[in-house]
């Protein structure tokens, strides 16, 4: 069996005629037939059958046809990867992270990166933690930024680290009376309105009732932390968010959150069977490093 033999059956599969087939492949009849004869040999088994000027596949073939096209697949993307290493395009690094993280946190770990490798290039993308492990898994991409580990069981050739635990903190608008305060227990805000941000994603522990032991009163939900924060500049209400650079402290306070509610727990993974090129070493050192 050779990948010659896959691409023949694939396409006879495909176009159920052999004549078809020889013409798409520039082969002749005989060596499709030979080269599905020793196919057949070797699986002991018929791919095909007549059914009158056309050919049908077997239920053998369907099942095999299913693995040919996946290894099909997987040595076209490894003569991809070939050819942009061939072609010097090992410094793109190719990285995914969930909505909350792309804003919060990757802006400010790529750009302090690029300033001291400038020969480095980035693909990036939000996605949700599932589509980010699949896509580890597949290759797909070189790091992912997630900050749920739950389903990582489920993903053995994914290694992942802690690179960041970023805390929560309470912002109010300037002329808010508590604009003043340093820190504040959540029970004593239950008279204030509170925005909070719709991504569950991105701030879910902010959002639980049961974090906070009330139901708080919430008069709007934007999905952009951006107009969250105006929000609260214009005074419409207070929020509990990651305490990130991003929070214009000219028009908004922050205040310390007395109460134990944790952190904001970002990690990074990598597909450890996948080939790393230098400058992909060094950023996954970088990040992992950067919060020490």
Request: net charge neutral.
């Amino acid at each position: 069996m050779n990948l010659q033999h896959l691409e023949y059956f694939k396409v006879i599969a495909e176009t159920k005629n052999f004549t078809t087939a020889s013409n798409i492949l520039s082969v002749t009849q005989p060596a499709l037939s030979k080269a599905i004869s020793k196919l057949e040999e070797e699986l002991e088994v018929s791919l095909f059958e007549r059914e009158g000027r056309n050919i049908k596949i077997t239920k053998f073939g369907e099942v095999f046809l299913k693995y040919a096209d996946s290894a099909l697949i997987e040595i076209k993307r490894g003569k991809e990867k070939i050819q942009n290493m061939k072609e010097n395009n090992d410094n793109v690094i190719s990285i995914a992270s969930t909505n909350c993280i792309g804003t919060t946190f990757i802006p400010f770990i790529l750009s302090s990166f690029f300033n001291d490798n400038l020969q480095a290039r980035f693909n990036i993308n939000n996605q949700t933690t599932e589509e980010i492990l699949k896509d580890l898994k597949h290759g797909r991409i070189d790091f992912g930024f997630f900050d749920n580990i739950n389903i990582l069981e489920d993903y053995p050739k994914i290694e992942f680290t802690l690179i960041k635990q970023i805390e929560y903190v309470l912002i109010v608008p300037k002329n808010h009376p508590l604009a003043n305060e340093e820190e504040i227990y959540l029970k004593d805000l239950k008279d204030e309105y509170f925005i909070t941000y719709k991504d569950n994603s991105c701030d879910q522990k902010a959002s639980y009732s049961k974090l906070m032991g009330y139901t708080p009163k919430v008069i709007a939900e934007p999905n952009e932390g951006i107009l969250l924060s105006k929000l609260v500049e214009a005074g419409a209400g207070i929020s509990i968010v990651l305490n990130i650079p991003t929070i214009n402290t000219n028009k908004i306070s922050i205040l310390k959150i007395k109460d134990n509610i944790g952190f904001k727990n970002i990690y990074m993974g990598w597909n450890k069977s996948e080939y790393t090129s230098e400058i992909k070493k060094k950023f996954k050192d970088y990040v992992k490093n950067s919060n020490k």
